[in-house]
């Protein structure tokens, strides 16, 4: 069975802070890997993906993401966090279903709060 | 590019009446639709699959006679919740994957706020 975690629900941050969004994946497979962003009653904005190759991507808005596959790891970082960037972020896993094709599964997603 | 819309953004109905969402892919063809279905302060629900030309494939405990899904072209999708309850009410959110695209990377639409009083 695949799962995706996001271990922190809430982050509150000061504007211009580093931060790190934490997702942690299970999977006995090779995986596919995204990030999301949601504002408020909008739907989701792909920030970044890992397919293959270079395990560090790079995204819009000057995220970031290492893919750990020792750890099964995906953390989301941004140098320096906007006010802008409050929104809810959701780690997603893409694996094969029997019978073709693949699925995806989102975690429970992070609140990322910027305060002045 | 990879630009999905959905139609209405949102919707009040009343008990019992039948509502209807659209999603279109915009400027490429999707073979495949997904519909979410996301709680308050919850993650993305999946509800069902939905492939052009063929019946969508629902998740378990979803109720596909009152999650009706057509997908009668590369660009449209439709779900009607039949017999609309106030339990219905919820935010759904669809999905197109690029044809012959296979890491299931999904483009979103905004989403429709559906509220069954």
């Known amino acids: 069975a695949q799962s995706v975690t996001q271990l922190d629900s809430q982050v509150p941050v000061f504007e211009e802070a580093p931060v790190e969004l934490r997702c942690n994946y299970s999977?006995?497979?090779?995986?596919?890997l995204f990030w999301y962003v949601q504002y408020p009653n909008q739907g989701l904005q792909l920030l970044l993906k890992?397919?293959?190759?270079?395990?560090l991507v790079k995204g819009i808005n000057g995220f970031e993401a290492e893919f750990n596959k020792s750890q099964t790891s995906f953390h989301l970082r941004k140098p320096s966090v906007h006010i802008s960037d409050t929104a809810e972020y959701f780690c997603?896993?893409?694996?094969?279903?029997?019978?073709?094709?693949?699925?995806?599964?989102f975690g429970t997603g992070t609140q990322l709060k910027v305060e002045l | 590019g990879a630009v999905v819309s959905q139609h209405p953004s949102r919707v009040i109905c009343k008990s019992g009446t039948s509502v209807k969402i659209e999603c279109r892919s915009l400027?490429?063809?999707?073979?495949?639709m997904f519909w979410y279905r996301q709680f308050p302060k919850k993650s993305l629900m999946l509800m069902a699959t939905?492939?052009?030309?063929?019946?969508?494939?629902?998740e378990q405990g979803v109720e596909k006679d009152k999650f009706l899904i057509n997908h009668a072209s590369l660009t449209l999708s439709t779900l009607t919740v039949t017999s609309a309850h106030p339990e219905d009410s919820s935010f759904y959110i669809c999905?197109?994957?690029?044809?012959?695209?296979?890491?299931?990377?999904?483009?979103f639409g905004p989403g429709t706020r559906l509220t069954v009083l």
């Open positions: 999905s197109a994957r690029l044809k012959r695209e296979k890491y299931n990377e999904q483009f």
């Open positions: 999977s006995s497979v090779s995986v596919y």
């Open positions: 890992y397919l293959s190759g270079s395990t």
């Open positions: 997603a896993v893409s694996l094969p279903v029997p019978g073709g094709g693949n699925k995806l599964t």
């Open positions: 400027d490429f063809q999707a073979t495949t």
């Open positions: 939905s492939n052009e030309g063929s019946k969508a494939t629902y």
